[in-house]
């Protein structure tokens, strides 16, 4: 049986597109949201989208629970608070996906700048925050979350992927590769992320410029 997948933000666009993306691989999806009946009604949402899809709704705790893979797509004024509240759901071996951006937008600024983290990035700072024993891999900032919800439409891109471990990132990339059209690279170590993280705010430039969703290739690889 192919093991589910936790998406804690699912209720958002960039964790919805996921869903739905993810459902239509075949891959069984756990929908967190803060509030219980929220994920639910996302999870009917899904499942009316992807009737072949298989879709759960929990509040977030339970929702981490579920899975041994969780992705964090909630906004950077949230990510704290949440993981904050995951400390007693998320248990050694698990993986965090953090796909969160630091975008000054999150303190009323421009979406086109971002914040400086102490720890280096948003992914550095979330492995600071999750128990012992869960390590984070960052990943998921340059995709377009309105492209990703359009399931007739085509992705043809690449999903950089940062982590210090080398099993989990594999784990990852292999989830993600799920998606069609979309190609998993990795880019090394977690402190990467730093670089990685700022590629959202560039797209999103670039995308207001061009009335478009711009995505990344790379190269070469």
């Keep these: 049986m192919t093991p589910p997948v936790s998406i804690i933000g699912a209720s958002g666009a960039l964790g919805f597109g996921l869903a739905l993306r993810w459902g239509q ?114 990943a998921l900032h340059t995709v377009s979350a309105t492209v990703l919800g359009q399931l007739d439409h085509a992705l043809d891109e690449d999903v950089l992927v940062c982590g210090d471990v080398k099993d989990d990132k594999a784990r990852v990339i292999e989830l993600i590769d799920h998606i069609d059209g979309l190609r998993s690279v990795d880019c090394g170590r977690l402190e990467m992320a730093r670089l990685t993280e700022q590629l959202t705010p560039l797209l999103i430039s670039i995308n207001v410029r061009h009335k478009t969703h711009a995505g990344i290739k790379i190269t070469g690889v």
């Excluded at 007693?88 to 086109?112: C, E, F, H, N, Y």
């Design 25 to 138: 691989a075949g891959i069984p999806v756990v929908i967190g949201s803060r509030d219980a009946a929220r994920a639910e009604e996302a999870a009917e949402r899904a499942g009316a989208a992807v009737p072949k899809g298989s879709f759960e709704g929990f509040e977030n705790a339970e929702a981490a629970m579920r899975a041994e893979i969780v992705v964090l797509s909630v906004p950077f004024r949230n990510q704290a608070e949440t993981l904050t509240n995951l400390k007693g759901s998320l248990r050694a071996g698990q993986i965090v996906v953090d796909a969160t951006v630091p975008l000054a937008a999150a303190v009323g600024g421009k979406a086109t700048r971002t914040l400086g983290v102490w720890q280096g990035s948003a992914a550095q700072q979330a492995q600071e925050m999750v128990p012992d024993g869960v390590h984070v891999v960052s």
